[in-house]
């Protein structure tokens, strides 16, 4: 800023004795600030006022409630002009032809054949209308009147008075008389207020019909966050998914284009619709693109799922409810009701819920199973969820190797005849050699006289993954995982599916992340119930559930991980699957780890008791004395037949051969030998306790001699 310096004395030579002189220097005003124009003050206010968020909503409440009427006269006038013309029966069959349906096109033209000669026979009886119309309408005033002047004439001989014959007569010209009045009194009225009657319904019309575009409807429409799914947004979804074939034949259609959806239905949280595709439209253009359906429908993709009915060139379209799919489902019964029992042979297990919000129910009647997903997605729950269920079936057996090791099937210790629990190489060693046991039964079942009755055996091995990836080999250099012919784990595993559900031996595995390293093909392939969560891709899809469930629809990779935890496709004969489906997706119930400690405390009261093998050493020496007190636990008494089963299942090396005499010849002389009671040969579980503790009595007497 520049300073004007003003001197205030002549320029002189200063006097010599001169001291310092004074300069007084004035700073002029900065320049004023420039004033903004009229104009664009004006344009700045009219501008705002314009843009203001209130002048917008109302700019569009009146353009749409002006455009509700406008379009609501149009749709007046195309139904009228369908009600009197064939141009609805000529729209219905250009449809049909564009969708390559001959025959609903013949149909359609012979139901406007139809039509126009009804409409010629009446165009025909016009001519001779009005003619008639006169006649009756003579015919009609003429016996008026009669009925009038003979109903006059009966008051007139009641009465004694002839002026009673046109009483009735004139009473009737009165009443016209007074309607006529009415009409001129209500005339002028009526043709004011008759044109806005009329707008106003025109106007109703169009607001039922929401005919306004989308720019003039309100905030919570044009975001069409939870739109109620129509014809029409079906029809447009489909119309705009990007398949040139499929948007040229509904252009053709026209508004006749929902001719292609079948009963839009209620279906649990959603609705369900088939589709059938015009011709040269083949049903996996539509499953990939399913996105951009979901999002032309205003749904999430999660939320609308794609399935192939038996029909031909048809797809079945279920679409939630905006926000129903993240809404969490109830209870499961084994947590409600303390009553629910288990039926391994004709009942099923209460899993969860299918997406139509009805009861999902597993059968696991000599069915194997696989359930498999991404880790931390529920899958030991939902293993867990059914061995619950099962064990409320006394007469099921399990063997358990848990090779996670965090305590997620502790609750069976007591309830299963073996478990183990651990992530090591040592924990995969011995539950190898469990599933081996398991064949080495399966074969002696298999081997025992026809007819022979067998208590299911459930083998349990969830974190399966572990064993097939398991390095260590055994003494005779074979590898425990992989999946090869050598690979113990794998071979044990093909064996019980090749042969043990024709005697009860069960193989049910969990694994996560799948891949032909982790789950080998052969024995992924061998679960009759093949289950899956979220997954990463489709290639993993395919390994969990197979070609043919993908194929048909099925889509774990599609599932969101975390959001969808305990959400699984199933693929079984297991299972109510809807016709024409080869999977579906089923909401599990979750169980806490406390609600399943409950449950399986049921379940151990509803058995005589479990002695539960945690390790399994066969270079023991087996005590059959000790071996048969723990198998008879803490009943008081059990049958012989029960106490063999038993001891075959602890221990197949040593008693999978043992008969009723072998039993009796090992407690003779020890004061337990098996005795009658109620008709049956049983073992009392006093008389063992007092065999052992004089065994041990004895042995301490000899020891200290």
Not at 506 to 516: A, F, H, N
Request: glycine fraction near 8%.
């Amino acid at each position: 800023m520049s300073e004007n310096v003003i001197p205030l004395h002549k320029n002189t030579p200063p006097p010599a004795d001169a001291g310092t002189v004074t300069t007084l220097t004035v700073v002029a005003d900065p320049e004023p600030a420039r004033l903004v124009p009229l104009w664009v003050r004006s344009g700045r206010a009219v501008r705002a006022a314009v843009t203001h968020e209130t002048t917008r909503t109302a700019a569009r409440t009146v353009a749409r409630h002006g455009l509700y009427t406008l379009n609501g006269g149009r749709i007046v006038a195309r139904r009228a002009w369908d009600g009197r013309t064939g141009a609805r029966y000529e729209r219905f069959m250009r449809a049909a032809e564009a969708a390559g349906n001959l025959e609903a096109a013949e149909e359609w033209e012979d139901r406007l054949q139809r039509f126009r000669e009804a409409r010629h026979r009446r165009r025909m009886d016009l001519l001779h209308s009005p003619v008639d119309a006169a006649k009756g309408i003579g015919v009609g005033v003429g016996m008026g009147i009669g009925a009038l002047v003979a109903l006059g004439i009966v008051m007139a001989v009641h009465n004694h008075d002839v002026g009673d014959v046109i009483t009735p007569l004139a009473a009737t010209i009165e009443f016209i008389a007074l309607l006529v009045r009415i009409v001129q009194i209500v005339w002028g009225p009526a043709l004011t207020v008759g044109p806005f009657l009329a707008l106003l319904a025109l106007w109703s019309v169009g607001r039922k019909q929401q005919a306004a575009p989308a720019w003039a409807m309100p905030a919570g429409v044009r975001n069409a966050e939870g739109e109620p799914i129509t014809p029409s947004i079906v029809v447009k979804a489909l119309r705009d998914l990007g398949v040139p074939a499929l948007r040229r034949a509904i252009q053709e259609m026209g508004d006749a284009g929902a001719s292609m959806l079948g009963p839009i239905r209620i279906a649990g949280c959603g609705v369900e619709v088939d589709v059938t595709l015009p011709s040269g439209v083949a049903t996996n253009e539509v499953q990939g693109k399913r996105r951009k359906l979901a999002e032309n429908l205003t749904r999430h993709e999660h939320e609308v799922f794609i399935t192939i009915p038996e029909a031909a060139r048809t797809v079945r379209l279920w679409i939630a409810d905006s926000g129903a799919l993240d809404e969490p489902i109830g209870p499961s019964p084994l947590v409600t009701d303390a009553s629910l029992t288990a039926d391994y042979v004709k009942g099923k297990a209460p899993w969860g819920q299918d997406l139509r919000g009805d009861a999902a129910a597993l059968s696991v009647y000599q069915r194997h199973l696989l359930i498999t997903g991404l880790s931390n997605q529920g899958k030991t729950a939902a293993l867990r969820a059914l061995a619950l269920w099962l064990a409320l079936d006394r007469r099921v057996q399990f063997w358990l190797g848990d090779l996670k090791g965090v305590g997620d099937w502790a609750m069976f210790d007591g309830l299963a005849a073996r478990l183990i629990q651990g992530p090591t190489d040592e924990h995969v060693i011995q539950v190898t050699e469990m599933v081996e046991d398991a064949v080495e039964e399966m074969n002696r079942r298999i081997q025992a006289p026809p007819g022979t009755d067998f208590p299911p055996l459930i083998v349990i091995v969830d974190e399966a993954q572990v064993a097939f990836m398991c390095p260590v080999k055994g003494d005779d250099k074979r590898p425990y995982g992989g999946s090869s012919s050598t690979s113990r784990y794998f071979m044990a595993a093909r064996k019980i599916h090749n042969q043990g559900r024709a005697v009860n031996v069960l193989l049910w595995q969990g694994t996560q992340d799948p891949t032909d390293q982790n789950l080998p093909k052969l024995v992924r392939e061998g679960a009759h119930t093949r289950a899956s969560l979220a997954l990463g891709t489709e290639s993993q899809a395919r390994m969990a559930l197979g070609d043919k469930a993908v194929d048909g629809g099925a889509a774990p990779n599609l599932l969101r991980p975390g959001l969808d935890k305990g959400t699984l496709v199933v693929a079984s004969d297991g299972i109510d699957i809807p016709k024409g489906q080869s999977s579906i997706t089923v909401r599990t119930h979750y169980i806490s780890t406390d609600d399943a400690k409950v449950i399986a405390d049921r379940a151990k009261a509803l058995r005589d008791g479990v002695t539960t093998l945690h390790t399994v050493d066969r270079s023991e020496e087996r005590d059959p004395l000790a071996d048969i007190a723990a198998v008879v636990g803490d009943a008081v008494r059990v049958r012989t037949q029960d106490v063999l089963k038993r001891l075959a299942t602890l221990a197949p090396d040593a008693y999978g051969k043992w008969s009723f005499l072998d039993l009796k010849r090992v407690l003779a002389g020890t004061g337990a030998e098996p005795y009658k009671s109620d008709g049956v040969m049983v073992i009392g579980r006093d008389r063992l306790t007092r065999a052992l503790t004089n065994r041990d009595t004895d042995s301490s007497a000899s020891a200290s001699h």
